[in-house]
Every structure is written in C-alpha cells, then in structure tokens.
Nanobody, 128 residues
Framework: QVQLSESGGGSVQAGDSLRLSCAASTRTFTFSSYTMGWFRQAPGKEREFVVAVDWSGKITYIADSVKGRFTISRDNAKNTVWLQMNSLKPEDTAVYYC???????????????????WGQGTQVTVSS
C-alpha cells in the first residue's frame, strides 16, 4: 500500500513556474517498485494525464499539452517525485494529483485506471 501527499500548489501569474512535490509512504514494496505519474483535473473536465516517470527515473512520458514546459523527476532515496512546471498558462489551472502504479516496466501508462494509488491533490491556479 502507498500513501501519497502532494504539496507546492498555489496561485501564480501566466509565465511563472511552480514545482509540485509528492511524498510517498510505502509499506509492502519500496518506492522504486512504482511508476509515478501526475494527472490534473480542471473544473467540469475529466482527469487527464500529464506526465509519468519509470521506477528508475530514466524514462519519462509527457503529454503533448505540456511538452517542453513540464518535467518530472524522482529521488527513490527520498521517496519523492516532483513536477516542475514552467511557462505556466491559464489553461494549466487544475487540481494536480500524484499517482503510483506498481510496475517496473519501461512502458509508461497514461490512463487513470491503470494507476493504483492517488494523492489528495493540490490546486494550481494560473491567472493571465
């Protein structure tokens, strides 16, 4: 079982940067056993995939909507994954969720139902 806790959200201006953190608390398996992902959900919209990283931190997959602006990284020794968001736009406004999938496969998943554990979310608001 995994408990995930996001932090770092807030209100910023368009063009600003934010870094979200997700701290994981694991029981049966180590943090490095999990693929980690970030999703977001804007008001009235479905939760959508943003970015994922494999267990080693070497392989990432980024949604086209944020490619070139967002990056994901992780530190298995710290049980933490980060989402660096640069050049933020008003359309990035959403609740951002950290998610974990028990997998060491290099093929990263982008569907919500493929992830096993979720954090409570952190709000990011970008004003123009």
């Amino acid at each position: 079982q995994v408990q995930l806790s996001e932090s770092g959200g807030g209100s910023v201006q368009a063009g600003d940067s934010l870094r979200l953190s997700c701290a994981a608390s694991t029981r049966t398996f180590t943090f490095s056993s999990y693929t980690m992902g970030w999703f977001r959900q804007a008001p009235g919209k479905e939760r959508e995939f943003v970015v994922a990283v494999d267990w080693s931190g070497k392989i990432t997959y980024i949604a086209d909507s944020v490619k070139g602006r967002f990056t994901i990284s992780r530190d298995n020794a710290k049980n933490t994954v980060w989402l660096q968001m640069n050049s933020l736009k008003p359309e990035d406004t959403a609740v951002y969720y950290c998610a974990a999938r028990l997998s060491r496969l290099s093929a990263l998943r982008t569907l919500r139902e493929e992830y096993d554990y979720w954090g409570q979310g952190t709000q990011v608001t970008v004003s123009s």
